[in-house]
């Protein structure tokens, strides 16, 4: 979180001052290296975030955005992999299909956009998998790439932090798809979970945080374990799962009373919950700050 603000700092004291030092250069390169010199896939919005996994023909579907140097026009294609991730470990990296340039088309700020689905079949015919090599606790790890007009790629391999979990660009490249599983009521979401992405950094990669079962398909994400807020002890995230397709919508019960100086802000999202696993995949506007990733998986 606030890593995100010093960098705003920066660059407004770039932009407001003649002469600015070389740290305030390499500050401003640093937001914008992977935009200048390669290309970005922004998330604009998951649309369907898990399979169904009693249809093979269901599909995972995001919409995304090219953005590079030339505004997308450096778009060859998008290349779309997977990995088969049985009992937590991900197995051998294969590719699905490529998507052309083509099949984008020009976005509401000038950008090239486009829904991309990849369907359960897909990625099952790309790994070589076959009803009973899989069960409903397994999953797949979707991986994008950008392949430029010259031949260069990009990926979460060779891209900073700043462009694959930060909230500017939020282009993270990889995706974890999980198995949908009827529900009954949100009682698996009840325990620790550990933090495996937070791109408003008020959690590091690795730290825990407890998630209450409250009734029926809703539960909350405390704020225990904040230190960057003043309301530990009332505030929490509530998450209401859609029981149909495991799609999730955000709020916070009250604001988060920051002690950095952010003032007290609302927290709103979306995302998708493994309704087999437990794990939690979300997309959250803290005030003004929006579009941060947010995944969690129980402990």
Do not use: H
């Amino acid at each position: 979180m606030k890593k995100y603000i010093y960098k705003i700092f920066a660059l407004l004291i770039v932009f407001s001052i003649t002469q600015s030092c070389e740290t305030d250069e390499k500050t401003i390169d640093e937001v914008f290296a992977g935009l200048q010199r390669g290309g970005v896939l922004r998330t604009i919005e998951i649309q369907n975030g898990t399979f169904d996994f009693f249809n093979t023909s269901s599909e995972w579907i995001i919409t995304v955005e090219a953005q590079d140097v030339e505004n997308g026009d450096l778009l060859a294609e998008v290349r779309i992999y997977s990995a088969f991730v049985n009992d937590g470990v991900a197995g051998t990296e294969n590719l699905v299909k490529a998507v052309p340039a083509s099949a984008f088309s020009q976005g509401p700020i000038g950008l090239p956009r486009a829904d991309i689905a990849v369907s359960l079949q897909e990625v099952l015919n790309a790994g070589g998998l076959v009803a009973g090599d899989y069960d409903s606790s397994d999953s797949f790890n979707v991986r994008f790439e950008y392949v430029m007009t010259d031949g260069r790629t990009y990926s979460n391999t060779n891209t900073s932090s700043t462009v694959t979990g930060g909230s500017f660009f939020s282009s993270p490249f990889k995706y974890s798809v999980q198995f949908f599983c009827a529900l009954t009521d949100a009682s698996m979401f009840d325990g620790n979970y550990v933090v495996v992405i937070d791109a408003w950094a008020d959690y590091g990669e690795g730290d825990i945080v407890p998630v209450e079962f409250i009734s029926d398909y809703t539960f909350r994400i405390l704020s225990t374990n904040n230190l960057w807020i003043n309301n530990t002890t009332t505030s929490y995230m509530e998450v209401t799962i859609n029981p149909e397709d495991g799609s999730v919508v955000v709020s916070s019960n009250e604001c988060f009373d920051t002690n950095w100086g952010g003032g007290c802000l609302d927290v709103t999202g979306y995302g998708s919950v493994g309704t087999c696993t437990g794990d939690i995949n979300l997309v959250i506007d803290v005030g003004a700050y929006t579009d941060n990733t947010f995944s969690l998986v129980k402990q």
